[in-house]
């Protein structure tokens, strides 16, 4: 027994001593989990707030009636918790056309028209009706702006506000529109009579406990009623108009192309980054060293591995898109030439950041551990994970989120999903240049590491 013990601590000590002799690797087996958390907790109160509720929702606006109604209403919206308000208050007004053009390339999916006369209806006692442009596949954000329509309304109308949505809800509950007069003076009784109950109600609370017993609840109405849900959704009047490409099908989700497009491009990271680390595996086995005294240009390998993890990139791309096209009817072949561009351009740029750390690295562990801290920290910021671009980011965490490979691999892949551009469209052609970009520094660095770590040794 104590022959066994004695023997397991002496393996004990020599894998210790082994584990802490790559000093850099295990500084990144430490670091991996405080960074990952960090970013996680990052990324989830860009997502979810401080509070833990949604993310305010973007609305873009324009401002055609230029009334005292109508700021009071701006001011309220921009105070609302479920939305941020653009233009800033000091930023120049936006324009009908500016807002279409920036639905069209996928910088706003909500746009809120307040026409001329929205002051005069609501002094003249009724709900003016507001004009929306919106991407009609936004449903979460389109609740989140419906609530917050709502609160700037009570600000707006004042003290009619209670009558006038309790006739709009009225009306949307079945009631003829012809019988607004007399929905509206039933609206201002029930006002008046709601007012009474709440003046009852403090002095109750005003009076001794014992004289408040004896009172009896109403019954609870075991009947289903009309859909509320959509009377609170609806108690706003907007004119909605859809901005949608004719090509996208019908029953594609905006967070499903989001997830197809996301889910990819992390596995295809991780996939090459494995590919990538073949590089090591053969020097620590000695088949590198071997290579390097042939009469073939040094760089030629490193080229060759960099062509390899190419190609195998290019068939998982084939298979995720064939699979999302089959399953959740993702229409990956509508443009197949924006798809074959734009795929080439983020499998270079990956199949680069891939030999960069596969050069860098001087043991698999290291590879490992600074490749999973890289590849999820692009995936969560640059929203691979959570669509990020629907957030209003802080000046710098926007910087970051536009530093990753993955934010602009995303913009590409939702521009021809979602938005159905060509690979002409200026907002592709941009994201592909970064990526192009991203691809030409990584490979100048690992062409520089290789050299020093790789080719510049000779073998014994």
């Not at 960074?35 to 990052?42: A, D, E, H, I, Y």
């Not at 030439?337 to 891939?354: C, P, Q």
Request: aromatic share 10%; hydrophobic share 45%.
């Amino acid at each position: 027994m104590s022959s066994l013990l004695a023997t397991s601590i002496q393996v004990a000590k020599k894998d210790l001593r082994l584990y802490f002799r790559d000093r850099t690797g295990v500084i990144l087996g430490f670091l991996l989990p405080i960074g990952l958390v960090g970013v996680f907790g990052f990324v989830n109160k860009m997502a979810f707030g401080s509070e833990g509720g949604l993310s305010r929702s973007t609305l873009w606006y324009v401002d055609e009636d230029e009334s005292e109604k109508s700021q009071q209403f701006l001011a309220s919206l921009r105070t609302a918790n479920t939305l941020r308000l653009r233009p800033r208050s000091d930023d120049p007004a936006e324009t009908r056309e500016t807002l279409e053009d920036k639905l069209h390339d996928g910088e706003a999916h909500h746009c809120l028209i307040i026409p001329a006369g929205f002051g005069a209806s609501l002094a003249g006692g009724k709900l003016p009706p507001l004009q929306m442009l919106r991407d009609p596949g936004r449903d979460l954000e389109g609740q989140m702006i419906s609530i917050g329509l709502l609160q700037g309304l009570f600000a707006a109308a004042g003290t009619d506000s209670s009558h006038l949505l309790t006739a709009r809800a009225l009306q949307l509950a079945g009631l003829p529109e012809a019988w607004n007069d007399r929905i509206q003076q039933v609206s201002r009784g029930f006002q008046t009579s709601v007012e009474l109950l709440f003046q009852e109600a403090e002095e109750a609370d005003r009076r001794p406990p014992s004289q408040n017993q004896g009172a009896e609840p109403p019954e609870q109405s075991t009947s289903s009623g009309p859909d509320f849900l959509s009377i609170m959704n609806g108690l706003v009047p907007v004119d909605y108009t859809d901005f949608a490409p004719p090509e996208r099908p019908k029953m594609l989700s905006y967070f499903l192309a989001q997830s197809v497009s996301g889910i990819g491009v992390m596995m295809l990271m991780f996939g090459l980054i494995a590919c990538a680390s073949m590089l090591i595996k053969e020097r620590e086995d000695g088949t590198l060293p071997r290579l390097m005294v042939s009469p073939a240009p040094r760089d030629a390998y490193l080229w060759g591995k960099f062509l390899f993890a190419l190609i195998i990139g290019a068939a998982q791309l084939v298979v995720l898109f064939a699979f999302g096209n089959l399953v959740f009817d993702v229409d990956v072949l509508r443009d197949p030439i924006t798809l074959g561009v734009v795929s080439l351009a983020v499998l270079v740029a990956v199949t680069a950041f891939g030999m960069l750390v596969a050069a860098w690295a001087s043991t698999i562990k290291q590879a490992e551990g600074v490749s999973t801290l890289v590849i999820l920290t692009m995936s969560a910021l640059g929203g691979a994970w959570y669509p990020i671009q629907t957030i209003d980011l802080p000046p710098l965490a926007s910087l970051a989120t536009h530093s990753t490979i993955t934010y602009w691999a995303m913009t590409a892949y939702q521009g021809l999903f979602w938005h159905g551009k060509p690979w002409t469209d200026p907002v592709m052609l941009r994201s592909m240049a970064v990526l192009l970009g991203f691809a030409v520094v990584a490979s100048i660095a690992a062409v520089w590491f290789y050299r020093r770590r790789y080719a510049g040794r000779r073998p014994a």
